[in-house]
């Protein structure tokens, strides 16, 4: 038998207006909520000074509550590109501090979290926030959905176990696809 798993795991989903983190605390095969909510930035401020503020606060939340484990969402590129640019940022303004703390990270797509999470990658963010509660037998489902899609992600490093990142995935998708010509 393995032995039993107890650790603290960071959730990020991230956003240049909204970057919302959730803590998850394992215990063997149960989860638990410790705390979760959103850095909200105004379009009206700088970037730099926006960026400042997501580190800043995600920082603070490591601090907090010293997580061991991050679970971050990757940035989709979608149709707006710009959008994803400004995702980006904020992803690494939020990844400095934990690379700094030296989290282990696990990076999933949006689909991965959602199918962690639902069961399948295409859910919608109300099926996302009512697992979320189910999952972490929360009172009512978190919000803002920031803060969902971040346990969310902390709850799929969980249940990915932390260890395969999105690059790892492709890489083994590709190698098995070769593989089968």
């Known amino acids: 038998m393995g032995e039993r798993v107890c650790r603290t795991i960071l959730g990020i989903d991230p956003g240049l207006a909204?970057?919302?983190w959730g803590v998850v605390y394992q215990d063997g095969p149960r989860m638990s909520?410790?705390?979760?909510?959103?850095?909200?930035t105004q379009t009206d401020v700088p970037l730099e000074q926006r960026l400042l503020k997501i580190s800043q606060q995600i920082s603070a939340v490591i601090e907090r509550f010293n997580p061991t484990c991050l679970g971050i969402e990757t940035v989709w590129f979608g149709e707006n590109i710009t959008a994803a640019f400004a995702t980006g940022q904020a992803r690494g303004a939020a990844l400095v501090p934990c690379a700094a703390a030296g989290l282990q990270v696990g990076e999933f797509t949006p689909n991965q979290i959602k199918a962690s999470?639902?069961?399948?990658?295409?859910?919608?963010?109300?099926?996302?926030?009512?697992?979320?509660?189910?999952?972490?037998?929360?009172p009512?489902?978190?919000?803002?959905?920031?803060?969902?899609?971040?346990?969310?992600?902390?709850i799929c490093f969980i249940t990915h176990d932390g260890q395969v990142h999105v690059q790892q995935r492709y890489e083994q998708a590709v190698s098995r696809a070769m593989g089968a010509r």
């Open 33 to 40: 909520c410790v705390a979760y909510g959103c850095v909200t």
């Open 140 to 154: 009512e489902p978190p919000k803002p959905d920031h803060a969902a899609d971040a346990l969310a992600a902390a």
């Open 117 to 138: 999470v639902v069961g399948q990658g295409h859910a919608t963010k109300d099926q996302v926030q009512y697992m979320v509660k189910h999952l972490l037998s929360l």
């Open 18 to 20: 909204h970057t919302g």
